[in-house]
């Protein structure tokens, strides 16, 4: 018997199931209920709260999610074999698990969770499929309007991926994404995974990365600072003054205005200055005067 609930053993439930990850869905069973307990504290204490999961799979991290006291649980499942097990998941917690088939990439979870007014703490936490992880995660940081309806995002990436959320400028991991993360949350690591905690295991290490949405990022428009950043990590070899050309705007007068050295490249500007940046380009599309800028 498990010793996280009175639920079997991951692996016979597989077994009885006839799962087998599937690549093309970007599976890896993580079996090991120590582990998914790991990741379920890793976002916080659970009482009260409702999470959305996204590829439950057999459902190793939705019992630990339960276990520890999540009030709801809302796992978004595209994999049509791994509805039976969750079943039986809901059925040991009645009330408790609502399991939506269908793509996370295109399930809008919001109604569900009532934007997260009023009926308690959400937030996300999931041992993303590898194949559309960073999408999923990209597609929270864009949520509109901001502060958004998850008050956490605790999730499992390729280790690479991980360290490209976290990073900071003068790194080679350091880029759009990054940003985007560091503009709107604070993120760091929690901890690593080893492959062999999968099933079956990854070439790769995983990392657990936890954000927390920050409250008030500095004002800025997501589009103009997906199109700078995407403009300066396009060819980040090359300095600002260059890079930036392709904005179609007076680059001279857009990077004399924010205070960023032209000779800089993409990898050493920091949050703010890409905000800076974003913002004044907004302005000089709009054809407002770089020195009429917003101080």
Known sequence: MSTL???P???DVIRRHGLSAQKSLGQNFLLDLNLTGRIAR???PLEGASVVEVGPGPGGLTRALLALGAKRVIAIERDQRCLDALAE??????GRLDVISGDALKVDVRPLVGDGQGGGEVRVVANLPYNIATLLLIGWLSTDPWPPWFSSLTLMFQKEVAERIVATPGSKAYGRLAVLAGWRT???IAFDVAPSAFVPPPKVTSSVVHLVPRAEPLP???SALEKVTEAA??????MLRQSL???GVDTAALIAATGVEETARAEEIDVAGFVRLANMFAQLKAGTPAGQAAR
Not at 233 to 238: A, C, Y
């Open 9 to 11: 053993p991951l692996r």
């Open 233 to 238: 990590f396009g060819q980040r070899r090359k």
């Open 220 to 222: 800025c428009a997501l």
């Open 245 to 247: 050309k392709s904005l």
């Open 89 to 94: 998941v809901a059925a040991h917690y009645p």
């Open 5 to 7: 609930d009175e639920l």
């Open 186 to 188: 604070t993120a760091r």
């Open 42 to 44: 890793a976002s916080g």
